[in-house]
């Protein structure tokens, strides 16, 4: 008697829905087991990493607040994701979005005008695309590697905002921070309790949700660049043109970063700074892979991750434990997922008799 | 006499089918052994198993008496059990000699080796310079190595999976002395085919296949032609329907003068190629495969572009600048030599997958899938063309070979193509299947559309082609008439145009230096 | 004078690290699996290796430390990639991702305090010849054995049988399968020594380089690591000299910030990477010279079927 493993003749529809849920519960294990080693009560520890943030008001403000950039840029890359087009930079064009919208906000000749806000808008949205524009260029015209450009460019986009508020746009009243002056009225998301920091913006990530799942699901567009994913020779064969589906998958994750950058300096920030964003457009990959790459699972995973984002400040402020906790627990989650997955196409099957 | 091989009760099954149910065959020391079956009766599962490469499910296999029990390639080499594969196990990037290396368990010295590679291809007439690189090899070539580097291990049992599928008429009789040479010399060899011919010139014994299950064991050479045919095939096939061609007046596809450089390093540069096909004919390109078929039909689909748009005209207009959604607005329809990955989607359904060039029949508007003309799409394909499968929404990699060929040749014609470009029709397809694909053809070439053909199997071509081309080393032979031809010169053509090649050095396998 | 010999010296010590990683995924990808995580692994390899010599242990201990967290955190990578046949791309990923969470966790308590770097070494006579003495024999011991590396994975790819094995599953595990070799387990091989030299690398930044701890301290040398593999086109001696390339870089711009170029240190510091991608467009546009020695089946999930 042995076993062998065996490919599934149609994936299993059952895993599709257990692999998640077996994988978050195996984060938590290990999670729980890591509590444990580090010398804390595993059950308080996660009762604080989990439960704890959602028992107020703020909690879940908190949760919208930081889930929002989260989904918005997994729909972004999603789009990307599903046609083979990496775009590991989100982080990068988040940063040029948020630069491009501060400076809008900070230099607009008329500060008291509600125009502002939507030019921010369109300023961070083509400050994002534009950044996304040069690794698209590269792979459709040069045959470069999309995912090592995006990644090099995100390290300059970093370099940027740090000249940039450490030197010309530094608030000169501002103590030697590096940091910009505050945005002016007009130019921020309104919150919806002036209680609780989660503001209008996440109406744009509604949108979003909503045309990605357009997109993906019922456009013809859409279809090209899953086939071009799936089967790029499939693609080619068809007509469908490779270019396109690089240009519109690094410009779908250029926009959407874009716009989180310019909603990050216009809501909680009020302002340009050296952390505009805590990983958001790293963490965003690891939202579109455990959301599967659709709409309805981004919005899930985009709130699961943001849950660990607080349950990781929490633990810090209370407990004294370093946030990288955060980005353990999503590398183990995106693990125990990807492991998991494995089941829905695969499954182990009993042999008998020799050989 | 102890059989040099027995296999007992050996059964396999894969998801949805048994590719080796309860079967049982024996080889004498000395044997020239058929294995005779039409594609997809189980023979290349069956061999896979006997050399370790596959584990059978149950059932046991002995060696010279003794069974062996967890049985993988190496433990087969050791035994001196050899693997010709049907689709040769070389790779590319390295020497001949380096690709023996790799298989032998002598110290890696491959000056040594290489003496020793030379000395028994001439032994054995096979003539191979070990320092060459793979990719630069004809196909008969790399057929050589890979006996040779099965000859090298002394083998006592040599397994050879279709090996005559890609070879000229020429070659194969050479290659027929060098096995009886080695059967003479106490080798046993199990010949797999699907040609009866070929069986019956070179086997003592036939153990005769279909569906998985043996049918039948038999004396090839005191057996005729129509009994082994009936037990490979069990019920009578409907026979092939060509009625005389009735061309066009004006040719639907002109090429003129079409010379493209290889885009791929291992692949072959086209030169200065000419031909028409005219509505209402079906023109077939012979040869043996790796001699520009992938670079011309590419050039042909538009999925590889060309500069020169006059070079390829379709329907009287200059094409070659129109990728491959602009030729099938020009009236092409493609079926292409690789089903999953480029046909169709293996983990697409099979709406999605009608969808991949049906979208133009209205099933897209506004920039928008209609669902459910989609699925209608599929499910006519589905019914019109028999396709076995769970229904449309079944993924493209859960179907048999042959029904997804089906299902990309229903789709293809639902275009209704004023020019249908076919490459290997019936590949690894079962015979029913291959017989309704090739009477699809000549029905539709006789309502009037061109059909162009590429495929490596002559007994195809000359069925239903009513002209044939050859194309070798990047370039294409005349025009042949069917019925004013025969395989011995289509086979002189395969080989390079040229006959001092085979006078010179009795070196018939040489397609091409 | 004194300017070259410090640009020079600079330079090979700042191409060590890439030197070391890169070689590293180059074997991997070589076997045709393609690791994104080097930075994880990196980063994974620094702060063991800081962790254990600031624990006042042996500095050669930290830097088996290094190999063995590098290795280590590799299997995580090749457990998903090989046995789950995960895509390629997410599972490293995964990895750059968790390595830098756990590096940070790992550092959290190593505070500011310096340690005491891996020294130079003095051969006698040779390393006081003037001139020739600092520019080729005072570096530190893994320097040479960065070198020694570049020889050996050269040696070991093209002449050795292994090597062989190792180029031909990359190009065709199908093939390679059917004749007999154990494609996985060579695979997870390939990966485990990528994992190494990656936690070597690692463990040259933080306790040699720059002996400080400093959360992500590889600042994308993973990443670099793995566009100088492209940029060799799969060829050893031109990872070194790619290294070398961008080891120059990062030492003109420290160099250019110290004799007061009049551009802000953030620019300079963004040449490295501008620079990663000018010659990756300059490498990738010859399709060609790419594919003689790409491994053909990089980054395709292979299970050995029956």
Redesign the interface.
């Known amino acids: 008697m042995r076993f062998t493993i065996e490919q599934r003749p149609e994936p299993s529809a059952v895993m599709r829905v257990v692999a998640p849920v077996a994988a978050i519960a195996l984060t938590l294990v290990v999670g729980a087991g890591l509590f444990a080693a580090l010398g804390h009560n595993p059950v308080a520890m996660l009762d604080a990493f989990f439960i704890a943030p959602l028992n107020s008001l703020n909690g879940l403000s908190e949760l919208l607040l930081k889930a929002s950039p989260l989904i918005l840029i997994a729909c972004g890359l999603a789009v990307g994701f599903r046609a083979n087009v990496w775009n590991i930079g989100a982080e990068g064009q988040l940063i040029m979005g948020a630069i491009a919208a501060t400076g809008v906000g900070l230099f607009y000749p008329n500060p008291d005008s509600v125009l502002l806000l939507p030019l921010m808008f369109l300023a961070g949205m083509a400050a994002g695309m534009a950044w996304a524009a040069i690794p698209a260029f590269l792979r459709a015209r040069m045959n470069t590697s999309e995912i090592l450009v995006t990644l090099m460019l995100t390290y300059v986009a970093t370099l940027f905002l740090s000249w940039l508020v450490h030197g010309p746009w530094r608030d000169p009243a501002g103590f030697n921070y590096p940091q910009t002056a505050m945005l002016p009225p007009y130019a921020l998301f309104a919150p919806f309790d002036d209680a609780y920091r989660v503001n209008h913006s996440v109406f744009i990530t509604a949108v979003a949700v909503v045309v990605m799942w357009i997109f993906t699901d019922r456009s013809f567009l859409g279809y090209k660049m899953a086939v071009a994913g799936a089967a790029p020779l499939a693609a080619r064969y068809a007509g469908f043109r490779e270019s396109a589906a690089i240009w519109i998958g690094l410009l779908a994750g250029g926009a959407a970063a874009g716009v989180a950058g310019m909603a990050e300096a216009a809501g909680p920030l009020g302002q340009l700074s050296p952390n505009v964003s805590p990983g958001y457009g790293f963490a965003a990959i690891i939202v579109a892979f455990v959301g599967r790459l659709n709409a309805f699972g981004i919005v899930l995973a985009g709130l699961l991750m943001s849950l660990l984002f607080l349950g990781g400040e929490t633990v810090q402020v209370s407990l004294g434990l370093p946030s990288a906790l955060t980005r353990v627990f999503q590398g183990v989650l995106l693990f125990f997922l990807l492991a998991a997955d494995f089941f829905i196409f695969y499954r182990i099957r009993r042999v008998g008799g020799q050989n | 006499m102890i059989p040099r091989l027995e296999l007992r009760n050996i059964c396999k099954r894969y998801p949805g089918v048994v590719a080796n149910d309860d079967v049982s065959l024996s080889i004498l020391p000395g044997e020239i052994h058929a294995v005779l079956g039409e594609n997809g009766a189980g023979k290349s599962t069956l061999m896979k198993i006997i050399y370790g490469a596959v584990q059978a499910d149950s059932g046991e296999i002995l060696c010279d008496g003794n069974p062996i029990h967890s049985h993988n390639p190496a433990v087969s080499r050791a035994l001196g059990i050899e693997m010709v594969y049907q689709h040769f196990a070389l790779f590319e990037s390295v020497s001949v000699v380096e690709n023996i290396a790799l298989s032998v368990t002598t110290p890696f010295n491959l000056a040594a080796l290489s003496r020793k590679v030379l000395e028994l291809s001439q032994r054995y007439g096979m003539p191979i310079d070990p320092a060459r690189l793979v990719h630069n090899l004809s196909v008969g070539e790399r057929q050589r190595v890979e006996i040779l580097r099965c000859l090298l291990q002394n083998p006592k049992l040599l397994i050879l999976d279709e090996p005559t599928s890609v070879l000229t008429p020429q070659a194969v009789l050479r290659l027929f002395d060098t096995l009886r040479q080695l059967a003479a010399e106490g080798c046993s060899i199990l010949y797999i085919s699907h040609k009866l011919d070929e069986v019956q010139t070179l086997c003592d014994t036939a153990t005769v296949f279909r569906n998985g299950r043996v049918t039948g064991t038999a004396r090839p050479k005191q057996t005729t032609a129509t009994e082994l045919a009936r037990m490979m095939v069990g019920s009578k096939l409907p026979e092939m329907h060509v009625s005389p061609p009735v061309p066009a007046e004006k040719p639907m596809l002109e090429i003129r003068g079409l010379s493209a450089a290889a885009t791929d390093i291992y692949g072959v540069d086209l030169a200065d190629i000419s031909f028409d096909v005219f509505g209402g004919e079906i023109v077939g390109i012979a040869g043996v495969s790796g001699n520009g078929q992938a670079e011309l039909v590419s050039l042909l689909s538009g999925e590889r572009l060309h500069p020169q748009s006059n070079a390829i005209r379709i329907g009287g207009i200059a094409s070659g600048h129109l990728d491959a959604d602009g030729r099938r607005r020009a009236g092409i329809a493609f079926v292409p030599e690789e089903r999953l990955g480029r046909g169709a989607v293996p983990a697409h359904s099979l709406i999605e997958n009608g969808l991949l060039t049906g979208h133009r029949l209205g099933s897209v508007r506004h920039g928008m899938v209609d669902r459910k003309r989609a699925a209608d799409f599929s499910r006519d394909i589905v019914e019109k063309f028999k396709v076995k499968t769970n229904g449309v929404r079944a993924k493209a990699q859960s179907l048999s070979g042959g029904n997804l060929q089906k299902f990309i040749v229903g789709r293809e014609i639902a275009l209704q193509p004023k020019l249908l470009l076919v490459s290997q029709p019936t590949w690894g397809v079962d015979v029913g299947a291959a017989a309704f694909i090739r009477q699809t053809l000549v029905d539709l070439s006789r309502a009037g559309a061109a059909v162009l053909i590429v495929s490596e199997e002559l007994d195809e071509l000359f069925e239903i082609c009513d002209r044939l081309l050859v194309i070798c080393n990047g370039r294409l032979s005349k025009s042949l008439i069917r019925t004013q031809t025969d395989r011995e010169e289509v086979g002189l053509l395969m080989t390079g145009l040229d006959g001092s090649v085979v006078a010179n050095g009795g070196d018939s396998l040489a397609l091409h230096d | 004078m004194d300017l070259f010999i410090a640009i020079f010296t600079g330079t090979i010590v700042a191409a060590t690290p890439l030197v070391l990683a890169a070689l590293g995924e180059l074997v991997v990808e070589k076997s045709g699996v393609l690791n ?1 995580g080097i930075e ?1 692994m990196m980063l994974t390899g620094a702060a063991l290796a800081f962790g254990v010599a600031l624990a006042g242990l042996p500095l050669p201990l930290a830097i088996v430390a290094g190999v063995a967290g590098g290795a280590a955190s590799s299997m ?1 990578f090749g ?2 990639a090989l046995t ?4 390629q ?3 490293g ?3 750059a ?9 790992i550092g ?1 308590g190593f505070g500011n305090t310096p340690i005491a770097a891996l020294g130079t070494l003095h051969i006698p006579v040779l390393s006081d010849i003037p001139l020739v003495g600092p520019l080729i024999f005072r570096f530190d011991i893994l320097v040479y054995f960065s070198l020694f590396m570049v020889v050996f994975i050269g040696w070991f790819l093209y002449r ?2 292994a090597g ?2 190792l ?2 599953i990359g ?2 595990p ?8 154990p494609v996985v387990r060579i695979r997870y091989l390939a990966v485990l020594f990528g994992g190494a030299m990656a936690g070597l690398a690692g463990a040259y930044l933080s306790v040699v380089y720059t002996p400080l701890w400093v ?1 992500n301290m590889t ?2 040398r993973g ?2 690591a ?2 100088l593999v ?1 940029f060799s086109t799969w060829r050893p001696y031109r990872v070194l000299l790619g290294a070398w390339l961008f080891g120059g870089m990062t030492i003109l711009q420290l160099q250019g910030q110290v004799l007061g170029i009049a551009l ?1 240190s ?2 300079l ?2 040449l490295p ?2 620079a ?2 000018v010659v ?2 300059i490498i ?2 010859n ?2 010279m790419l ?3 790409f491994p ?1 089946s990089l980054a395709k999930p292979f ?1 050995p ?2």
């Open positions: 994104l994880g995580l457990v998903l789950f046949l995960t895509n791309y997410a599972a990923l995964a990895l991702i968790f390595g830098s969470g756990l590096s940070a966790m959290n050795t049988k062989l094995v180029r031909t190009e065709s199908q093939s390679a399968h059917a004749i007999g070799y959360e600042a994308g990443w670099i793995l566009a492209v802000p953030e620019l510091s963004a990477y501008l990663t991608i990756l467009v990738s546009r399709r060609q594919a003689l020695n053909a299970r079927a029956g």
